[in-house]
């Protein structure tokens, strides 16, 4: 299972590398530089400008930093509303939400998560909410995530 996960979340990094996110020439109120994905991961921060978000079964919401090599993801069904639900280890649930946390540098990668998800704004242009989750290390350790919140551009 371990590895599936890897191979995924590889397999959707590569994917939101090939895509191009503006598909258009519309100015939109909300400013590209207003988005982000910041949380303490083991008690030390980790920040993403512009995180990309991908509308496939379900919604992605991924900061990633190739020279760190450190990447969050955050998963929410693609009708997602306000509200606060539980972070479950559910990949093949489309309704689910989930979070997951992964270091290339360091191979540490997060299974078994849990937490919550508090989602406080959903317009056409923006979905703006909150996280924590911890998750298991494949090491017999933990990684906790804390703090965490996100600005993103909400796709359709």
């Given at each position: 299972?371990?590895?599936?996960?890897?191979?995924?979340?590889?397999?959707?990094?590569?994917?939101?590398?090939?895509?191009?996110?503006?598909?258009?020439?519309?100015?939109?109120?909300?400013?590209?530089?207003n988005?982000?994905?910041?949380?303490?991961?083991?008690g030390?921060?980790?920040?993403?400008?512009?995180?990309?978000?991908?509308?496939?079964?379900?919604?992605?919401?991924?900061?990633?930093?190739?020279?760190?090599?450190?990447?969050?993801?955050?998963?929410?069904?693609?009708?997602?509303?306000?509200?606060?639900?539980?972070?479950?280890?559910?990949?093949?649930?489309?309704?689910?939400?989930?979070?997951?946390?992964?270091?290339f540098?360091?191979?540490?990668?997060?299974?078994?998560?849990?937490?919550?998800?508090?989602?406080?704004?959903?317009?056409?242009?923006?979905?703006?909410?909150?996280?924590?989750?911890?998750?298991?290390?494949?090491?017999?350790?933990?990684?906790?995530?804390?703090?965490?919140?996100?600005?993103?551009?909400?796709?359709?």
């Amino acid at each position: 299972m371990r590895t599936l996960k890897k191979v995924a979340l590889l397999l959707v990094l590569v994917t939101v590398s090939a895509i191009s996110f503006n598909c258009s020439s519309d100015s939109s109120s909300s400013s590209s530089s207003n988005f982000y994905l910041k949380c303490k991961v083991n008690g030390t921060w980790v920040e993403f400008a512009d995180p990309m978000v991908i509308n496939s079964l379900a919604k992605s919401i991924t900061g990633n930093d190739a020279d760190t090599g450190k990447v969050v993801t955050l998963f929410t069904p693609l009708d997602v509303a306000n509200g606060t639900y539980t972070i479950t280890d559910e990949p093949s649930n489309v309704d689910s939400y989930g979070g997951s946390y992964s270091d290339f540098n360091e191979d540490a990668y997060t299974d078994n998560e849990t937490g919550t998800m508090n989602i406080t704004e959903v317009t056409a242009d923006v979905i703006k909410g909150t996280f924590s989750f911890t998750g298991d290390d494949g090491n017999g350790g933990t990684i906790i995530v804390t703090e965490g919140s996100f600005r993103a551009e909400n796709i359709e």
